[in-house]
């Protein structure tokens, strides 16, 4: 519930910015926003692979070896996010060019936040692993709020792109400041010392998942800001926002189900129990979702963004679908990898670049753009399912091999 909560505030925060600012400087904030979620892979990596082993080794009664863990973790991440912010900043002149901004300081600023970023991922997946919820959730609530509170703020005070993107970075810190109280993880200086050959090999195997997750989740909108007019990039950006709420409001459903799944499977339990009303949950979403965006999507865009946001309710429908069937065959993958395997994850890392081909040859207008995601993932879904049907006939025709005649 905190988790749509915190998803609510960020989207009450886009659509503030969408009616106080022109839909080109609107595009540049929206900019911001997806270069962070894109940089996300980085931070869930680091998170799940917390998760994953912090449930493993406390399920063995090793909490200690747990804590030794998060503690190399989090060196990990503070490296890892020195590093990309100094990308970010120190290149901020290219990317302005690259996804012509008006300012290039945005950059700087974001990558400012980064090293909070990656580091707060550490504890989040602390958390997550220990099924400590209530803490996970209020460190959403923590960031939506600083964020909101922050950017509402100084984009009123006529601070514009660059006082949104402070927001973000601000929303980093506190969040750090947040999961540092409440992930609650000894020194880390005793215990077992982790596997770390298997933490870096599940590393890999979770990064293959999160790369398709991320390219299929923003390349549309960094290929619109390249390719459309700054105006019709900000128009697209509103409905991306659609398209955003989907998922995360399904990766609410996986955050929970990926722990309980790795648990389950490190003591020998079913776990397709889970995955089904996983399933359930995410395709519920997703229908209310796009039916809403059908009947109602373009009036009250257009009520609250203004009459250049009116008539958006065809393309916004169609957007939310196409990322239902996205977030789907992301929750298959994300089940497949707490237990270790990432066939499904390469399947979704495939398809997504598929999406990025599609998406820089067919970048005529929106309804392209649409279109071809819509083609990328429905392949993406149909080939998942085909190789469960066929694991499962195997599976049964090896069982009746084996049976005694």
């Not at 590393?203 to 989740?217: E, K, R, T």
């Not at 497949?336 to 499904?344: A, I, K, M, P």
Request: aromatic share 8%; hydrophobic share 55%; proline share 3%.
């Amino acid at each position: 519930m905190a988790m749509i909560v915190a998803n609510a505030g960020n989207y009450v925060l886009n659509l503030f910015l969408g009616r106080v600012l022109t839909p080109a400087e609107f595009s540049d904030a929206n900019l911001m926003v997806t270069l962070m979620l894109t940089i996300t892979s980085i931070a869930l990596c680091l998170q799940l692979v917390a998760a994953r082993f912090v449930g493993i080794y406390d399920e063995s009664g090793e909490p200690a070896r747990s804590d030794r863990l998060a503690r190399t973790l989090r060196g990990y991440a503070l490296g890892a996010g020195i590093v990309t912010g100094l990308v970010l900043a120190g290149g901020s002149a290219l990317w302005s060019q690259v996804f012509h901004t008006a300012s290039f300081w945005p950059f700087v600023i974001l990558g400012a936040g980064m090293p909070f970023y990656l580091v707060q991922s550490v504890g989040r997946g602390v958390m997550q692993g220990r099924l400590r919820f209530p803490g996970l959730a209020t460190s959403f609530v923590v960031e939506m709020v600083v964020r909101l509170g922050c950017g509402v703020a100084l984009v009123a005070l006529g601070f514009g792109v660059n006082g949104a993107t402070i927001g973000l970075s601000a929303s980093f810190v506190a969040t750090w400041l947040a999961v540092k109280m409440l992930a609650r993880t000894g020194p880390g200086r005793t215990g077992a010392a982790p596997d770390l050959v298997t933490v870096r090999g599940y590393a890999v195997l979770v990064s293959v998942l999160l790369l398709g997750q991320i390219i299929a989740n923003n390349s549309d909108v960094l290929v619109a800001k390249a390719f459309f007019s700054p105006d019709a990039a900000g128009i697209y950006a509103a409905i991306a926002l659609v398209g955003r709420a989907v998922f995360f409001l399904a990766w609410s459903v996986a955050t929970v189900v990926f722990p309980v799944v790795a648990r389950r499977h490190a003591s020998g339990g079913d776990t397709g129990s889970l995955l089904t009303g996983g399933i359930a949950a995410v395709a519920g979403i997703g229908a209310a979702c796009t039916f809403g965006a059908l009947l109602l999507g373009g009036p009250v865009l257009g009520f609250i963004l203004g009459p250049a946001y009116g008539d958006l309710s065809a393309p916004l429908a169609a957007y939310a679908g196409m990322t239902t069937l996205f977030a789907i065959a992301n929750l298959v993958a994300s089940h497949e990898l707490s237990q270790g395997r990432n066939t499904q994850s390469w399947l979704l890392l495939g398809a997504s670049l598929l999406q990025l081909v599609l998406l820089l040859v067919w970048h005529e207008s929106t309804a392209q753009l649409i279109t071809v995601q819509f083609v990328a993932m429905a392949l993406l879904l149909g080939v998942m399912v085909a190789r469960n049907v066929l694991a499962r006939s195997s599976t049964h025709i090896s069982t009746e091999e084996g049976l005694p005649r």
